[in-house]
């Protein structure tokens, strides 16, 4: 029960990571870095209390009582419509919609236009209640001119991009709902299943087998899987996926791969990915086979204990960049993008020279002390029955509190650290 206590709590760890990842980049998309606040709709909505992302296509904000019951349903202009822009600016405006998805008003949260215009149209009652009564979808394909909605007398430009900016805004989420991806099992997705198949026999075959075409697999892992596929789990893939979702229905064989790479150590004890599918483990294992012996280097056990924190603190610098979401490229951090090499960029074919130039001093070198991806698999995979609570463990709950952290204060940190770059 100790063991399997154990391992359910390093698989929370992960979980709960990526929900707190995923929870602060919805927020980011739907409040931005002027969050909408539940005063703003109490007019409207009178029981409003509190407000809650909507993970989906609508990108907006459920709007909560007290006891946490859904009233109705918020959505902003902005940043969507960025490129609607009335006299001298764009205008973030509300659409407030009921249960039944009925529109109740609109409401200006902010502006970059001329502040007498704004406060015209918001003194204009009759203009903002022209939406009123209207279902998401009839106000998605509402015809302004048909509809007689014209602009404010005075802001005509400001009034009349608002509208056009409601209409364009709900019309995009309906119609990214309508064209949702169906599902797509395409021959590449096909080709990660043999993938899949063939590193389970290489894993859990017979021993005489798997000595015997272990040098032609890793061969075709590195040819197949990374020069020609390039369909490798990395840090800025599995950010990707937590931030704005995962692609069940467009990229089924990549996510099975994923799955693959978590359960089977959690459940088996094996390294499946690291030492069956990765090929830049598979690279590093082929140069050590033909490297002279007398090039091997011993490190000493203070540099190796070192060199073993770098993979885990590439982890907490990578929940960091997924949290507050700076323009850094994850990329660069690990060596699996070089595998695309027309698009490969300096630092992630950088890091792959050298990781691949260390292997021939150090055995697996990069895998060792390099890998954030390899470390997170290996976190999570099963011990036996001599595992115990480790240093590793309280590491990781370390990251939970920073995640946590950075959820909570996700928009005063985001601006803080902008302001400072």
């Not at 909505?45 to 349903?73: C, H, I, K, M, N």
């Not at 993979?311 to 060596?335: H, I, R, S, Y």
């Not at 630092?347 to 890998?371: D, E, I, K, N, W």
Request: hydrophobic share 50%; proline share 4%; glycine share 8%.
């Amino acid at each position: 029960m100790r063991v399997l206590a154990l391992q359910f709590y390093r698989f929370a760890i992960v979980a709960t990571i990526a929900w707190l990842i995923r929870d602060v980049a919805v927020r980011q998309r739907t409040q931005g870095e002027s969050p909408v606040t539940a005063s703003e709709v109490v007019s409207l909505l009178p029981d409003a209390a509190s407000l809650r992302p909507d993970d989906s296509a609508r990108d907006g904000l459920f709007v909560l009582d007290r006891a946490g019951r859904e009233l109705g349903y918020v959505v902003r202009t902005q940043p969507r419509c960025r490129d609607i822009i009335g006299y001298a600016g764009t205008t973030d405006a509300l659409v407030v919609l009921d249960r039944d998805w009925k529109i109740l008003g609109l409401k200006i949260h902010a502006s970059e236009d001329t502040t007498s215009y704004i406060q015209d149209i918001a003194v204009d009652r009759r203009f903002l209640k022209k939406w009123n009564g209207l279902t998401w979808d009839a106000a998605a394909a509402l015809d302004l001119k048909a509809a007689g909605i014209e602009g404010v007398s005075g802001a005509t430009m400001t009034s009349m991009a608002i509208a056009q900016s409601v209409k364009a805004r709900l019309q995009s989420s309906r119609d990214e709902i309508v064209g949702a991806a169906a599902f797509r099992f395409a021959w590449r997705d096909a080709a990660l299943v043999i993938v899949l198949v063939l590193a389970g026999v290489m894993a859990f075959g017979r021993p005489a087998w798997r000595h015997r075409w272990k040098r032609p697999y890793q061969v075709f892992l590195v040819v197949y899987v990374g020069l020609i596929a390039g369909d490798l789990l990395a840090q800025k893939l599995l950010v990707g996926w937590t931030r704005s979702g995962i692609p069940w229905t467009t990229a089924p064989g990549l996510v099975l791969l994923a799955v693959a790479a978590l359960l089977v150590p959690w459940t088996t004890r094996h390294p499946f990915y690291c030492h069956h599918v990765c090929p830049h483990g598979a690279a590093q294992e082929l140069l050590g086979a033909i490297r002279p012996r007398r090039w091997q280097v011993t490190l000493p056990a203070s540099v190796i204990r070192g060199l073993e924190f770098l993979p885990g603190a590439l982890l907490a610098f990578t929940v960091v960049m997924a949290a507050v979401a700076l323009p850094f490229d994850l990329a660069g951090l690990e060596p699996f993008a070089a595998y695309i090499i027309r698009s490969a960029g300096i630092a992630t074919l950088t890091v792959a020279a050298l990781g691949l130039v260390a292997s021939l001093f150090v055995p697996q070198a990069y895998c060792r002390f390099g890998c954030p991806t390899g470390a997170l698999l290996n976190f999570v995979r099963a011990r036996g029955a001599t595992d115990r609570f480790s240093r590793r463990d309280a590491a990781a709950l370390g990251l939970v509190a920073l995640a946590a952290l950075l959820n909570w204060k996700y928009l005063s940190l985001a601006l803080w650290i902008k302001g400072t770059a």
